[in-house]
């Protein structure tokens, strides 16, 4: 099993039905258990592992509102990890960007997505403490791909029909080169 085989078996791949699941919030009494901090390091490890930029829990199996980010997706710090928990979008801007979307449970696939250019999100810190902040631009990308998988859905879901069968044909046809049977 060479490296990127190892990597890739620990995240979930479309069409796993695992990824349309509908996560549930971390409760009060998991904030600080062993358990919760060893499940945020296993994610940081993957991220860091994929050079990916997030990852949500359901990537992962499990179906909980959790999600991990690269550290320079929202500072300069290259080398940490974020993570945050149940977190809910409470404002969003009129502007839309678009952008080049990938996720680690469509590797070798880009899909061209519109997103809001900034949005307020609530959520609670790794201690269970309730923020909010903005994120936007590129930050605000990352975080709406992220919650999305925290409610059932992907990022080809914002296609056209047409469009998300060539797309998903596509992903079926490379994945079926790289794992031959
Ligand atoms: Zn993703």
Known sequence: ?????????????YPNEMLRSQCVDVSKEEFGSDEFGKFLDYMGHIVV????VGLAAPQVGVNKNILVFAGQ?????????????NPKIIVKSDKLISSNEGCLSFPGITVKRRRH??????F??????ERTQQFSGF???????????LNGKLHVDGLS???????????KKLIKETYPA
Not at 49 to 52: I, Y
Not at 117 to 122: A, D, G, L
Not at 124 to 129: F, I, P, V, Y
Not at 139 to 149: M, P, S, T
């Open 1 to 13: 099993m060479n490296k990127e085989n190892e990597n890739t078996s620990h995240v979930i791949l």
């Open 73 to 85: 997706i929202f500072s300069n710090e290259e080398n940490k990890i974020f993570a945050l928990a």
């Open 124 to 129: 609670s810190d790794t201690d269970g403490a």
């Open 161 to 171: 029909k047409e469009k998300k069968k060539q797309v998903t044909r596509k992903f």
């Open 139 to 149: 930050a605000g990308i990352v975080i709406q791909h992220e919650i999305d998988h």
């Open 49 to 52: 592992s994929h050079r990916a």
């Open 117 to 122: 250019e900034s949005v307020t999100v609530n």
